[in-house]
Structures are given as C-alpha cells and as structure tokens.
C-alpha cells in the first residue's frame, strides 16, 4: 500500500510565529487531506488537496501532486492551533485512505 | 445536520466479551471507514466498505468483524475483546474516490 510521511514529527513554536508542516506520499493519490486533531480528539477537517495551493485565513496548503508531497502552512500561529495535523491520502487505484503519522504541533503563549 | 454519527461514546469491556460499535452517516455517502487510533500515534484502517455490499480488509483487521447493514450504517463488532484492542474509535464515510472524508467524534474503548 501506499506510504505517507509526515514531518516533523514534533514541533514547538512562541505565538505569532510561522511554521510549514510536510506531508510525503509513495503514489499517485486521488483524495488528499489535511486534518487538524484537538486536544479533546475532534479531527476537523483543514484541506482537500488533491493538487494545487488553497488558503483559509492563517492556514495554506500546496500539494505537488507530480512530486509526490504537501505542504501545509500556518501563519501567525496561535495556541488554538495546538493539536495533532494529520495527512491523509486515498490512492488512485481504489477507496483506502491512508494516515501518516501526525505532526505534534505545540504554541506556547 | 448530524453528518457521521458513533455509538457509544464510552464503553468499558472485560478481557472475552462482545461489543458492536454503530456508526450511520446521513450524507448519502457511498464509502465508509472504521480507522483505530493508539495514544501517540495516527489513524489505522480497521476495515472499509467502498459500497453497499461491499467490505474489504484494511491495515489491522485481526479481531474484528463489520457489516455494511445498509448504505447509511456500518458497524464494527469485537466479538471477544482483548486489552490490545484499547483504542479510540473512528468512523468515516465519503461520497466516492477523490471526495472529502467526514469523521465521527470517536468512541473510547477500554478492555480491562
């Protein structure tokens, strides 16, 4: 099956800094997603990015899909944005969705 | 605006016995999932079913079973429960390949 690496694995920021989380897949995909996990483990749903960048206020995406990878950004980032990103992707050839591992986002105020 | 619904929310079983977690979707989706996450770590498939009728093997399916009852409902049984299987719960359903995934809120299981 499909492999997807997400990096880093932790990460530690001061409120108002800006960060970039990656997201690498052994594949072609036709489903990718970005999800943000809150402490009390609610995953919401950030991005669908198969391809192409989108933006929604302080977060950005860019997937790269003939590179195989993703990248999602955050802006001025804020204790809310605390939690576990996680990226998923579905491969072309059938209906699995697969998880990396996460990335542990913390910001200290 | 329900979206994906589990139940329950909170269970506690002994080592040997049976449960069956629910999960419905009212979306019309095509697609559903049952995904385990472990303390510290990302969200394993379980099993899925790509459309009514239909169910297939994901990454850890040892020590379950699922029925795709109807199109909206998809349950997963443990059917004798073991410590391992502590974990949290996901359900998710999609409309079709290349569509947005929507998950439930989880259900916590604890085997003692």
């Known amino acids: 099956g499909i492999q997807v690496e997400q990096s880093p694995p932790d990460l530690i920021l001061q409120e108002g800094a800006n960060s970039t989380l990656r997201c690498n897949f052994s594949?072609?995909?036709?489903?990718l997603q970005w999800f943000h996990q809150n402490p009390w483990g609610q995953l919401i749903n950030l991005f669908y990015?198969?391809?192409g960048t989108k933006q929604n206020g302080r977060l950005s995406a860019t997937t790269v899909a003939t590179e195989r990878y993703s990248l999602l950004y955050i802006s001025s980032s804020q204790t809310t944005d605390s939690g576990v990103y996680f990226c998923a992707v579905g491969e072309t050839s059938g209906s699995r969705l697969t998880f990396g591992e996460g990335t542990q986002l913390t910001v200290n105020p | 605006n329900a979206g994906v619904t589990q139940t329950p929310k909170f269970q506690v079983l002994k080592t040997g016995q049976s449960m069956t977690l629910q999960c419905a979707q009212d979306?019309?989706?095509?697609?559903m999932y049952w995904y385990r996450q472990d303390p510290g770590m990302g969200l394993r498939l379980i099993y899925y079913s790509a459309s009514e009728g239909t169910t297939d093997k994901g990454e850890v399916p040892n020590g379950y079973n699922v029925s795709r009852l109807n199109k909206r409902e998809f349950s997963l049984r443990l059917e004798s429960a073991a410590p391992s299987q502590t974990s949290v719960y996901f359900c998710?359903?999609?409309?079709?390949?290349?569509?947005?995934?929507?998950f439930g809120e989880g259900s916590w299981l604890t085997v003692v």
């Open positions: 990015i198969p391809s």
């Open positions: 594949d072609s995909v036709n489903n």
């Open positions: 979306m019309n989706h095509n697609s």
């Open positions: 998710a359903s999609v409309r079709g390949p290349g569509n947005t995934i929507y």
